[in-house]
């Protein structure tokens, strides 16, 4: 953010505070029968190779018989790779007994890489199309309809107790509701300092189920010295100490040892070498989630986690389940399930055409995972080598290979996806069309009169250009089931009638043009 309007605390008196005496899950009633199968199955696996899944299982149980508690901290304006840099010894040890997870923001024109945008996403579980904030001013924001996940709390379950403590004024007066028990905006005369005490105090003599703290000194630092500066280290060190006291009031606390916590430390945005943000770099676009609690094995690192997981998995850990008709485009982080493209990080090589692009950066292969295929049979011939038919690819590399396309818009997409892009294949001398056809394996479908299938589109169109999603019934001839005509940016579901006495599907994305745009599928999912 490059401006900050201090207010006054905004907030519901301690008074007027719910109080409780031992929260429970909602799943409380069914712990003891799962506790006591749970640490059956852990008992008898105590030795040999799964002793490691058995002691997990043993932790899972015992968090579940204690209270579950959140914790967000948000570090405006802060680098993951700047944070390793750095040394800060708090977020080290969270990291390394618990999950890091790097991940990337979007850019104009769904929103600018700056603060209002980045913590209502944050909040909210959804991506700026939706919560429409697109900076800093809050013109139209749909909270109504998206509301923050403290709120999502409240409706739950009234008797939990929520806090919001934040420097950055609007986070606690605008994209936190007024149900929330607490809202500070911390006076600016206080700034960190103040969000910090008070966070601490809260934790410390209170009672909180959910708590929401923002520090935005890091933010600072970057605007006046860059993220390539040692002001923007020493920053971090210092950020990390005011965490290392919020942590310390939460390990402190009377009733620990019977809590479950889950403490996740995120940013709203990145910066510049030499200071900024709002803009497509990729420094502008970075964000991190780390996460540490019960239900994240140590020293865990995922490529497939987006700052949207946050509000679910806040939500999920309070026992609260996410109805489908709220729209989320994030996951709890537990229950994501990598798919058949995220296999192939360990494959993925450099540029081969493709000059913008760092030559350090592993992110492409034209090898197709297991089960799946490429057909290429009407592909025109040269052009670039990165994107001659289908591809699977990452967001760092494609959005390298061209900034300010809309690629950065592919905020649904997951660690590696499928990409066929003939505006890049076009970059170089080619002859003939773009004609490739992305071949997903069998799926037994026997028995069954109908069968959903489930993937992540994001098209974008321009001329002569066509997207089909086809059908292949037991070998037999393709049938169009969907077709792509204007810009599409979602989960997609079709749900086909299963032919009579049909046993298995094949599912093939077709894409055909000549210089003209793109279009990724990902995370597809049949039955």
């Known amino acids: 953010m490059t401006t900050h309007q201090e207010n006054d605390v905004n907030a519901r008196t301690p008074a007027a505070q719910h109080t409780h005496a031992t929260p429970q899950s909602p799943a409380a009633p069914g712990l003891s029968r799962r506790g006591l199968l749970l640490g059956t199955a852990a008992a008898a696996l105590a030795t040999g190779p799964l002793a490691a899944t058995a002691a997990r299982a043993a932790t899972a149980v015992a968090a579940a018989a204690r209270t579950p508690k959140v914790l967000v901290i948000g570090l405006d304006g802060t680098m993951l790779t700047r944070i390793k840099d750095s040394g ?3 977020l080290a040890a969270l990291m390394a007994g ?3 997870a790097a991940s990337s923001l979007y850019t104009s024109p769904m929103a600018g890489t700056s603060s209002g945008p980045g913590w209502s996403t944050i909040a909210t579980g959804v991506w700026p199309d939706k919560h429409n904030v697109l900076d800093n001013n809050f013109t139209a924001p749909a909270f109504a309809t998206y509301p923050d996940f403290l709120t999502r709390v409240e409706t739950a379950n009234p008797a939990l107790s929520t806090y919001v403590v934040a420097s950055w004024a609007p986070i606690a007066d605008t994209i936190y509701s007024g149900r929330v028990d607490t809202r500070v905006a911390t006076p600016s005369a206080e700034y960190d300092t103040g969000t910090t005490s008070r966070a601490v105090a809260r934790l410390r003599d209170g009672n909180p189920d959910a708590v929401f703290v923002q520090l935005d000194n890091v933010d600072h630092a970057g605007h006046s010295s860059g993220s390539a500066s040692q002001a923007y280290l020493d920053a971090i060190r210092g950020v990390d ?22 403490v996740m430390i995120t940013a709203d945005h990145g910066h510049t070498p030499t200071g900024g943000h709002g803009g497509s770099t990729w420094e502008e676009r970075q964000t991190f989630v780390i996460a540490n609690g019960s239900a994240f094995p140590a020293g865990s690192v995922r490529y497939d986690v987006r700052m949207v997981d946050i509000a679910p998995t806040a939500l999920a850990h309070l026992g609260i389940t996410a109805d489908p008709a709220w729209g989320l485009d994030g996951t709890p982080i537990p229950a994501l399930v990598p798919d058949d493209f995220d296999a192939l990080r360990p494959q993925l090589t450099g540029r081969v055409d493709e000059t913008g692009i760092p030559a350090g950066v592993l992110g492409f292969t034209r090898t197709a995972p297991a089960g799946w295929s490429v057909d290429n049979s ?9 994107w001659r038919g289908w591809s699977f690819t990452t967001d760092e590399f494609w959005t390298k290979a061209q900034r300010d396309q809309n690629r950065e818009l592919n905020v649904r997409s997951r660690n590696v996806f499928a990409v066929a892009d003939s505006d890049e294949w076009a970059d170089k001398t080619f002859q003939g069309n773009y004609d490739s056809t992305l071949v997903s394996p069998e799926y037994p479908v026997a028995g069954r009169s109908s069968v959903p299938v489930t993937f992540n589109t994001f ?26 005509t204007a810009d599409t940016n979602g989960r997609q579901r079709l749900d086909l009638a299963v032919p009579a006495g049909a046993s298995r599907l094949r599912l093939r994305f077709r894409y055909t043009g000549s210089n003209n745009w793109y279009w990724v599928v990902d995370n597809v999912r049949v039955g």
């Not at 100490?241 to 889950?262: F, K, N, P």
């Not at 009407?378 to 990165?386: D, K, N, Q, R, S």
């Open 459 to 484: 098209y974008r169109p321009e001329g002569v250009q066509t997207a089909r999603v086809l059908a292949v019934w037991d070998g037999g001839t393709p049938v169009e089931v969907k077709s792509y």
């Open 378 to 386: 009407a592909m025109g011939t040269g052009g670039v080598t990165e």
């Open 241 to 262: 100490t005011q965490v290392g006291q919020i942590l310390t009031a939460v390990r402190g606390r009377a009733g620990y040892a019977q809590e479950d916590w889950l």
């Open 98 to 100: 618990g999950l890091t």
């Open 88 to 90: 800060a010894p708090n």
